[in-house]
């Protein structure tokens, strides 16, 4: 079974900051992973599939990269509303999942 | 627009059953599988379980395979998780969520409901 390994497990940044979270999987899955953010309370949102494609209505300070094992999710100038926990997951193989351990990005 | 939401969530005893419905509007439904995805409180994301457009492929994670059983009603738009020999360890919140089968976006879960609370405690 693939593994989904994320780095760092929280992460403390200012408004304007630029955030790098990492995602590693554990045998390569091509571009197969899409990223989500979540806020407390709430249902994850899909930000990123196909590892670099931006899904609709998400602000183009998002991007991520990344092919085989390694990927990488950047948040440029962080905004207040991006305070939240950020997930990533494979979707190269049926089932769908599984989903790395989450990162955190907090308020310095 | 899209939209899901989760149902039949509580509070039931160690061996107990549970069932969860998912109500779907939107979007044609048989286009899409449809998974559940749990959380438990404070943790990471679980994928539990998938059925396909016309129920040709169903699976589940190990953790609850043989206890849980995923269905889907398509004349109702609805899916379903019966959840029998319930644990501690399956207290979680459950999400139900669209499936993309195909495209770039395949694999992804692109809706989610807002989610429903079970809590396994005697």
């Known amino acids: 079974d693939i593994q989904m390994t994320q780095s760092p497990s929280s992460v403390s940044a200012s408004v304007g900051d630029r955030v790098t979270i990492t995602c590693r999987a554990s045998?390569?899955?091509?571009?197969?992973l899409a990223w989500y953010q979540q806020k407390p309370g709430k249902a994850p949102n899909l930000l990123i599939y196909a590892a670099s494609s931006l899904q609709s209505g998400v602000p183009s300070r998002f991007s991520g990269s990344g092919s085989g094992t390694d990927f990488t999710l950047t948040i440029d100038s962080l905004q207040p509303e991006d305070f939240a926990t950020y997930y990533c997951q494979q979707a190269n193989s049926f089932p769908p999942g599984p989903f790395g351990g989450g990162t955190k990005v907090e308020i310095k | 627009q899209v939209h899901l939401v989760e149902s039949g969530g509580g509070l039931v005893k160690p061996g107990g059953s549970l069932r969860l419905s998912c109500g779907a509007s939107g979007f044609t439904f048989t286009d899409y599988y449809m998974s559940w995805i749990r959380q438990t409180p404070g943790k990471g994301l679980e994928w539990v379980s998938y059925i396909s457009n016309y129920y040709t492929y169903i699976n589940y994670a190990d953790s609850v395979k043989g206890r849980f059983t995923i269905s889907r009603d398509n004349a109702q738009n609805s899916v379903y998780l019966q959840m029998n020999s319930l644990r501690a360890e399956d207290t979680a919140v459950y999400f139900c969520?669209?499936?993309?089968?195909?495209?770039?976006?395949?694999?992804?879960?692109?809706?989610w409901g807002p989610g429903t609370l079970v809590t396994v405690s005697s």
């Open positions: 045998q390569g899955i091509s571009n197969w």
């Open positions: 969520a669209r499936v993309v089968g195909s495209g770039s976006q395949k694999g992804t879960f692109d809706y």
